[in-house]
């Protein structure tokens, strides 16, 4: 069992930046893929980003690719979002997610979700 709980959302105006945390509870955060999506009112979750349990890989959604970085810190079990030069479109409400050892880009490869942290980027 993993639990992850989001934190670091708010308003911003464009331009600006926010770093997304998600602390994550169990012993074997390590073992864990972790994955960032949004999901803009109206609309479907969708993903952002997705890191593998030993930070080797990345992969990005080509809307936030180069804005855009997440990283991990097993010590600490807690994975980031550093997100720069945000949107308006990037307005949603973000969620953590988790996936045992493979990163993946869809919400329906992953096993745990955090509540999700509201950020509004004003223009």
């Known amino acids: 069992q993993v639990q992850l709980v989001e934190s670091g959302g708010g308003l911003v105006q464009a331009g600006g930046s926010l770093r997304l945390s998600c602390a994550a509870s169990?012993?074997?955060?390590?073992?864990?893929?972790m994955g960032w999506f949004r999901q803009a009112p109206g609309k479907e979750r969708e993903f952002v980003a997705a890191i593998s349990w030993i930070s080797a890989i990345t992969y990005y959604a080509n809307s936030v690719k180069g804005r855009f970085t997440i990283s991990r810190d097993n010590a600490k079990n807690t994975v980031y979002l550093q997100m720069n030069s945000l949107k308006p479109e990037d307005t949603a409400d973000y969620y953590c997610?988790?996936?045992?050892?493979?990163?993946?880009?869809?919400?329906?490869?992953?096993?745990?979700w955090g509540q999700g942290t509201q950020v509004t980027v004003s223009s």
């Open positions: 169990g012993r074997t955060f390590s073992s864990y893929a």
């Open positions: 997610a988790a996936r045992f050892r493979r990163p993946g880009t869809s919400v329906e490869e992953y096993d745990y």
